[in-house]
């Protein structure tokens, strides 16, 4: 008999955490406007004179950011098959998208783990660990965009530089890491399982875990021995990221905020990593405090506040409406069910262990 669910891990808990996050990092992000009565007016206001001009800029900026989703995800699966980017790929991944946008638990990654392994008939193992693979490399261009423009931005604390450079040296040391990941995994976990059971202060059972996400991770990957094809899925990251930097920016440009490229890097790396500690529902909150906790040490007033949420929420709803709507189509289309998505309760462990959410 299969032992009680943990509270922790229903639908019920998962549901209220992420409304609460998203409630209480909205609350904090609207708080600013709260000493000014006409706050909401000038948020009025600030949509009513925002320069719309950026949006095409934006749709056309976000189509080529999932063309090269999915034409990197094509060179993660070349072990297993050659996939058309656009036809057998990019649906599974606007499904995940959308389903991230309207439900709890990040049940997207599973839903396009599952569109994929059906729909091309492969192991649902091969779709997870290539996700694996795929959320390393955004998080080395994550951490490569947010250290370069904490080191070159104007008007933080020099503390905060010295640390960047800290950060971008990470940064170097995890595409080498990786390399190593790839081209040497059997040695390469070797080591990694010698090195934390020589600390007893990691638990095995832990241990074992984590050594069995690695393998899991190279699953599939086996001719991905090239540095060449490994640089080349860095660079493909890095302008994705860079486009990302992008959106940010013009969504700043709109509401006549700084477009200094440095604030778009630290921006889209806030932003990354926090919808990656604080998963709420469609993101909300969480965006909109990311915004307001970078942008508010560099515009002031109570004018700035209110451009600086109304640019969040443009942001943040530019691609949430596109990306919903298509990704649903995509999933109707499938024939599909999220029902038959739910059943899948070990992978979607295994999914949200392996893959935590990198925007």
Not at 153 to 160: H, L, R, S
Not at 296 to 317: N, P, R, T
Request: net charge positive; charged share 15%; glycine share 8%.
């Amino acid at each position: 008999m299969a032992g009680k669910t943990p509270f922790y891990k229903t639908k019920t808990f998962t549901l209220t955490a992420g409304i609460l996050i998203a409630v209480v990092c909205m609350w904090l992000a609207v708080r600013p406007l709260f000493d000014n009565e006409d706050a909401w007016n000038q948020v009025v206001n600030a949509f009513q004179q925002a320069d719309y001009r950026s949006l095409p800029l934006i749709w056309g900026t976000l189509i080529v950011f999932y063309w090269l989703k999915a034409w990197r995800w094509r060179i993660m699966l070349a072990p297993v098959g050659n996939y058309r980017p656009v036809k057998d790929l990019l649906p599974p991944i606007m499904i995940g998208f959308s389903l991230n946008n309207v439900l709890p638990a990040r049940i997207g990654e599973v839903a396009r783990c599952f569109v994929f392994s059906k729909q091309q008939k492969v192991p649902f193992s091969v779709a997870v660990s290539s996700l694996v693979l795929e959320r390393f490399f955004d998080l080395i261009a994550v951490l490569f965009y947010l250290g370069i423009g904490l080191v070159f931005i104007e008007g933080v604390d020099p503390k905060i530089q010295q640390q960047a450079w800290v950060l971008a040296g990470l940064s170097v040391i995890g595409v080498f890491t990786g390399l190593a990941y790839v081209m040497f995994t059997a040695p390469f976990v070797a080591f990694v399982e010698k090195v934390a059971h020589s600390l007893r202060i990691i638990p095995h059972g832990l241990t074992d875990k984590v050594c069995r996400l690695l393998e899991k991770g190279a699953q599939g990957m086996s001719a991905l021995k090239s540095a060449r094809l490994v640089f080349f899925m860095l660079g493909i990251s890095l302008v994705k990221w860079g486009l990302n930097c992008l959106l940010i920016g013009l969504s700043l440009w709109s509401f006549g905020l700084p477009t200094n490229p440095t604030i778009a890097m630290v921006l889209t790396g806030v932003v990354a990593i926090g919808v990656a500690l604080f998963p709420s529902p469609g993101y909300f909150g969480v965006m909109q405090l990311c915004f307001a906790a970078v942008l508010l040490l560099f515009v002031k007033g109570e004018k700035g506040e209110a451009a600086i949420f109304a640019s969040s929420i443009y942001y943040h709803m530019t691609q949430y409406v596109p990306v919903t709507i298509v990704g649903l189509i995509y999933f109707v289309k499938s024939g599909l069910t999220l029902h038959e998505v739910e059943e899948k309760k070990e992978e979607r462990d295994l999914v949200k262990a392996a893959t935590p959410e990198i925007a």
